[in-house]
């Protein structure tokens, strides 16, 4: 994590684009390293909180407690057009937008998806 504060702040004054381009690569190694090295520490507190249920609950429970909130960090996310990791924000944005309008679909305006029967439903008729 000291690694990623000091290349983040090289990045910051940076001056020559070949230097520019070194760091994010170096940057996007490092933030693989953390989340594998996290992945690694998560489950082995998993485990050993586990373990411990049947002794000491407490220990469990807190562990449980404490876990129950997580903070995501999105990135770095790989780029399906070139297969390669990403972590500039606007290019992850524009990932995760293609993303998101890939899934989308329109609404129906003037119908109504009714669980019951598996038809649609008119909203706007007037039944007085």
């Not at 693989?32 to 090295?37: A, N, P, V």
């Not at 082995?44 to 449980?64: G, M, Q, R, V, W």
Request: charged share 30%; aromatic share 10%.
């Amino acid at each position: 994590m000291r690694r990623r504060s000091k290349l983040e702040k090289r990045f910051i004054s940076a001056r020559n684009c070949f230097q520019i381009k070194k760091i994010k690569t170096q940057l996007v190694d490092i933030e693989k390293q953390l989340q594998t090295s996290y992945r690694k520490s998560t489950t082995t507190a998993e485990k050993k909180a586990c373990e411990a249920i049947k002794l000491n609950p407490k220990y469990f429970f807190s562990y449980a407690k404490r876990h129950s909130k997580t903070k995501a960090r999105i990135g770095p996310l790989i780029d399906k057009t070139t297969n390669n990791y990403v972590s500039d924000s606007k290019k992850m944005a524009d990932i995760l937008q293609l993303q998101y309008q890939s899934v989308f679909s329109t609404p129906l305006e003037n119908a109504k998806y009714n669980d019951k029967d598996s038809d649609f439903v008119l909203t706007d008729i007037d039944w007085s």
